[in-house]
């Protein structure tokens, strides 16, 4: 089974401004150096993350709080509407480790089938891209195509940041 990135594009603000979701081919090399996702020692030297995942960074926008948890809600979930879960299918992810609540008020929870999330700035972005380059000799076009949106954007005093996860 493959696994997949999902990445979104934020200005960081309070709540954070939603700005693109990106479509990125799955590449082995740059999801090990994002997060250490399918990292393998033995087969893919070298490769190891730069950061460690961070989880949600705070105050994210509302599309990304909506692509990457589930609302719990008995009676939508009774109805399968995409998108909603119920207090026990949020409970057992909980209690097997696979989700986690989102605040206080236990309103959503983290889709179980997603891992390794985290978020970078264009700076960390940099230095991964450098990286990448100096073990492939080549520069992901993907990774090349965002962190020339988050470098215009930071020329206006716009910070942003890419948050991220995993499926698969």
Do not use: K
Request: hydrophobic share 35%; proline share 6%; aromatic share 12%.
């Amino acid at each position: 089974m493959g696994c997949d990135i999902h990445a979104h594009l934020e200005l960081v603000d309070r709540p954070a401004i939603h700005v693109a979701r990106f479509h990125l081919p799955r590449n082995y090399g740059l999801f090990s150096l994002l997060a250490g996702v399918r990292y393998d020692p033995h087969e893919m030297q070298g490769f190891e993350p730069v950061y460690e995942p961070r989880g949600l960074p705070p105050h994210i926008s509302s599309t990304v709080l909506e692509a990457c948890t589930y609302a719990i809600d008995d009676q939508l979930a009774a109805l399968e509407v995409d998108g909603y879960c119920s207090r026990e299918d949020a409970r057992r992810w909980s209690a097997n480790g696979n989700a986690t609540y989102c605040d206080s008020t236990y309103e959503r929870i983290t889709d179980p089938d997603w891992h390794s999330v985290s978020w970078l700035v264009c700076d960390e972005l940099q230095a991964i891209d450098r990286r990448y380059q100096q073990l492939t000799g080549e520069r992901d076009p993907w990774l090349a195509a965002i962190i020339g949106a988050m470098s215009a954007f930071g020329e206006q005093q716009r910070p942003s940041r890419l948050v991220f996860w995993f499926r698969g």
